[in-house]
């Protein structure tokens, strides 16, 4: 592609690099397109969406609160249960009084009002981060950050994990990625929403102090390291590999990267300890390390060995691993795949490399090579929209915001992809195969009809176009708009053509 085409390299800029165009937004990228995406690269990170700053010691604070009275509730409702004495008598009165309580306790059940505040909590931190996706002058900054939060997938798959999918982005994801990959890396698998996705609060040295006192003593063993109290013959002490897996599988160096099941064993044994506090620690729900659950002894971890033990022994292997240059091509490779093509030219995978070598993983340069190559400004459009990034367009393309997570969650989870709920740590797929079936696409023809009955009815849907498309608008789609028989119908023709399904 010609780089003196600005009116394409603009078009370019605004929907492959960000998340569409805004009215007006083509024109602020025309006189500089590289330009207008490198000014949002900034190394205090990314934007954080709107509403009270909540953490996630809070959340899982929350949950913890949710689990007690859920407990009660089922005591309560066994009591209850129980039958009368044998011969008791049944006065009409006070079997309608137990009626009256039963339907008032069910009106009231603090479980259901517990989980309606979870519930609403999740559904606020995902209406938030859409609303900024839908509202943002810095789109290429905050597709960037969505790149890395679905690269460290946390999902609500499982319920304590959904609870604080938003406080994990803000705390551990976005702060981070224009800095060292590195950095990053530390900051999400110590986070407690990635320790208690994949499971690593269970995991427990079977040689560590918690475990031999577990043996000796036949005690409630878990507790001594924050997880459910349980009797040691009902729960077995020992390894979970699941984190050490999916960091040396999709954090870091991939499936391809050289290491063996035993380097994931081993990593496993270093990480033992990791966990979050509990109630006796003061610190509900905050991450921390308990050197009585640490696996004691020399670590060999892709043929480099750790000596001494303790917290360090995992922030060693993790800067290792962040270093690898398996790491580098893997991740560079995803990189290139998100933003310019499903099989994305080898020589941009180098590029990006070889940025991400230079600069020991600085991710604001790997971002700054990626807007500076070439090949990623080829103006075919080789990406098919995520359900995701088809709502957030089209909010963009009309100008407006999401209102209430009703207007997002029961269309996303239609098109297959539920709100914070990825189906597993590979995070959601973003080839086209995974999106386009004919059944989806339907679904998206409706979602197109029904948003644009309220978004275009006062509009222009002719403007609307050359506003969201720009060069990339082809004269078929601009005739088939043009010659809709109403607004929102132009509208809805617009969102359903190829130029808008792709970027």
């Known amino acids: ?218 005690a409630r063993g878990a507790g001594l390291f924050g997880g459910q109290v349980q009797p040691v013959a009902q729960r077995t002490l020992g390894l979970n590999e699941n984190l050490a897996r999916e960091i040396m599988e999709l954090h870091t160096v991939g499936v391809n990267g050289g290491y063996t099941q035993a380097d994931v064993t081993e990593f496993a044994r270093a990480m033992t300890g990791l966990s979050i506090g509990n109630e006796r620690d003061g610190a509900y729900g905050v991450a921390t390390f308990r050197e009585q659950a640490h696996e004691p002894g020399v670590r060999t971890v892709m043929n480099v060995r750790y000596d001494g033990g303790g917290r360090r022994q995992t922030a060693q292997i993790l800067a290792d691993l962040a270093a690898k240059p398996q790491t580098a091509r893997f991740v560079c490779g995803k990189i290139a795949r998100h933003f310019v093509a499903d099989d994305p030219p080898p020589a941009l995978t180098a590029r990006l490399t070889d940025a991400w070598m230079r600069s020991g993983g600085d991710l604001a340069v790997v971002a700054e090579t990626l807007v500076s190559a070439p090949e990623a400004w080829d103006p075919t459009p080789r990406k098919f929209k995520t359900p995701y990034e088809f709502l957030v367009s089209s909010f963009r393309a009309a100008d407006a915001q999401p209102v209430g997570f009703q207007q997002l969650g029961g269309v996303l989870t239609s098109l297959g992809q539920k709100p914070f709920s990825a189906p597993s740590p590979k995070g959601w797929p973003e080839d086209a195969q995974s999106w386009a079936a004919p059944d989806a696409i339907v679904k998206r023809m409706q979602f197109a009809q029904n948003f644009s009955q309220n978004a275009a009815r006062d509009r222009d849907p002719n403007q609307l176009a050359a506003d969201a498309l720009g060069a990339r608008l082809t004269p078929d789609t601009a005739k088939a708009i043009s010659r809709a028989e109403s607004r929102p119908e132009g509208f809805a023709l617009l969102l359903m053509s190829p130029e808008f399904q792709r970027r």
Do not use: C
Request: glycine share 8%.
């Open 1 to 218: 592609m010609a780089l003196g085409n600005q009116d394409m390299m603009a078009a370019v800029a605004v929907t492959r690099f960000g998340l569409g165009a805004k009215p007006g937004e083509l024109a602020a990228a025309k006189a500089d397109p590289q330009g207008f995406l490198k000014s949002q690269i900034r190394k205090s990170g990314a934007d954080m969406p709107a509403g009270p700053a909540v953490s996630t010691a809070q959340r899982m604070a929350e949950f913890r609160d949710f689990r007690k009275e859920r407990r009660e509730v089922r005591l309560e409702k066994a009591n209850d249960a129980r039958p009368a004495p044998a011969g008791a008598a049944q006065d009409p009165n006070m079997a309608q009084a137990a009626q009256a309580g039963e339907a008032h306790k069910a009106a009231f059940d603090p479980v259901k009002q517990v989980g309606n505040v979870l519930r609403k909590d999740i559904s606020s931190d995902f209406e938030a981060r859409a609303a900024l996706g839908a509202a943002t002058d810095a789109a290429f900054r905050e597709r960037w950050a969505l790149f890395w939060a679905n690269h460290f997938t946390v999902s609500a798959t499982k319920a304590i994990t959904g609870t604080v999918i938003g406080p994990f982005e803000d705390e551990a994801v976005r702060p981070h990625v224009f800095g060292r990959f590195g950095d990053l890396l530390d900051a999400v698998e110590t986070h407690p929403a990635m320790l208690t996705y994949l499971d690593q609060i269970q995991s427990i040295g079977p040689d560590s102090p918690a475990a031999e006192f577990a043996r000796n003593r036949g």
